[in-house]
């Protein structure tokens, strides 16, 4: 059973009009420190906005509007739908003359909306958000890595959450977006800021790190993983490595010990060090770890038993980050266990979802080799009956080096036991080859061509009993396969293992 989430430990969630009222009445975005801040000139002038927003979709009201621009929209096209939903400001990088007319905006609301015109309104939320983490108190956690990013934001966030005001990256907000508006959810009553920080190039993370200024920071790993924009991973660890070098020196620098590319990190950082390890004895590590019905159990510092209800020795390594960062800000070890132990399954990570009697392992969240590695590792490691069904996607942003790392993870799938191999779409081939050049029987690994294609095999080999492991890159929607399956197996259960033969062919 999962406890219901502390609301009044989490900051920010009152979003009332009366409060937006009063914290505009006590907000520093006024038009002129908005100019400030970014370099931006008072185009017309207002009241302060309470606080900021990117969407004119939603409730604007007594916001800051910022109309960024995309690769596909161009937020200054939605000015006047942020005034409509009542936004007080908005920032811009256009002449007024370019917008609706203000005495338009005027005829929206009683009053029209303070306008600061800037160079670059991406730049300029950047800034705005620099500026209100700067005058909060909160103790802000960084989270990066190849891997399990999220999920120990989750986590964590969770537990802080239940000891103290706690505002955490909502979903995957990890972008130059997303990471501004984490840090706008940080209020006068927060006492910490779990922000997760994703890059696709050099320097991104670099450039969030400078905006967030975490006191403590966290590397989950370092795997091949958008390598298009990264080139190597010895790319991705130099990208990495800008979070723990942008720690203080009064701040804390939690490490994967177990990767070579993380514990070089220990280098770069001010900060003090520690390490997690499910191998050896670290500043805290985990022995004895078994995979069952109900998640993970294994021995913390080699003593204390504890439970994850989720699968994979990755999760024991997110537990221990966590534990280290929980430990640092002052909560007790027994009151992050019994948090850690009621933490939901993360969506469509290694989520387990049971129908007639098949449990489908949905981790389509995302794929990259470590991850599907990580994925086989869990899923080889349960014991009882039934068949070990993989469904792998195409792995993307992979560059030159994709078709060697399909076929290496190929190569993974029968070294891990599983019984039945089904690969999606042309991208996801050299899965295939690597699985049968590593011995794997070329009657159990299917290349189908799309989803429906999946669909119609599964139902048709899938028993009782089986357990079946999906995932891909995101862009793949393999989710959607699961949503389908799911589905089809209560409309119409599977035959048992006397009526269908395992081989197909």
Known sequence: MVAPMNRRAEAGSDESPRRRERAARGSWLTPAAVARVTGGEVQHRGGAAATITTDSRGDCSGKLFIALRGPNHDGHA????????????????????????????????????????????????????????????????????????????????????????????????????????????????????????????????????????????????????????????????????????????????????????????????????QFTSVSRATDWFATDVRFHALGTTFLLQGERPVTLPRLGTHNVYNALAVIAAASHLGVAEEDVLASLAAVPSAARRLEPKCAAGVTIFDDTYNMNPQSARAALQAVAGLSGPGRRITVFGEMLELGAASQELHRALGAEVPRTKQDLLVCVGAGAAPIADGAVAAGMPARLV??????????????????????????????????????QLLVELEAAPPKDASAVAMEHG
């Open 78 to 273: 939605f000015v006047a739908d942020a005034v409509r939903r009542g936004a007080v400001g908005l920032l811009v990088d256009r002449a007024c003359g370019e917008l609706p007319p203000l005495d338009r905006l005027d005829a929206l609301r009683s009053s029209a909306p303070f306008v600061v015109r800037v160079a670059d309104t991406g730049r300029a939320l950047l800034d705005l958000a620099g500026e209100h983490r700067r005058r909060h108190r909160a103790k802000v956690v960084g989270i990066t890595g190849s891997c399990g990013k999220t999920s120990t934001k989750e986590w964590l966030g969770a537990v802080l959450a239940a000891a103290m005001p706690t505002v955490r990256s909502p979903g995957s907000f990890n972008n130059q977006v997303g990471v501004p508006l984490t840090l706008f959810a940080i209020d006068p009553r927060t006492r910490a800021a779990v922000v997760e920080i994703g890059t696709n190039a050099p320097g991104e993370i670099a450039q969030l790190s400078s905006v967030a200024r975490p006191d403590i920071g966290i590397v989950t790993c370092v795997a091949p993983a958008h390598l298009e924009g990264l080139g190597s991973v010895d790319g991705v660890a130099r990208e990495k490595a800008s979070l723990p070098a942008s720690l203080p020196a009064d701040g804390l620098c939690i490490l994967n010990g177990d990767d070579a590319s993380c514990r070089a990190m220990a280098e770069v950082t001010k900060a003090a060090v």
């Open 446 to 483: 299917h290349r189908v061509p799309d989803i429906a294609a999946a669909l119609a095999l599964l139902k048709h080999v899938l028993r009782p009993t089986d357990r079946l492991l999906c995932k891909a890159s995101r862009r793949v929607a393999l989710d959607s396969l699961v949503d």
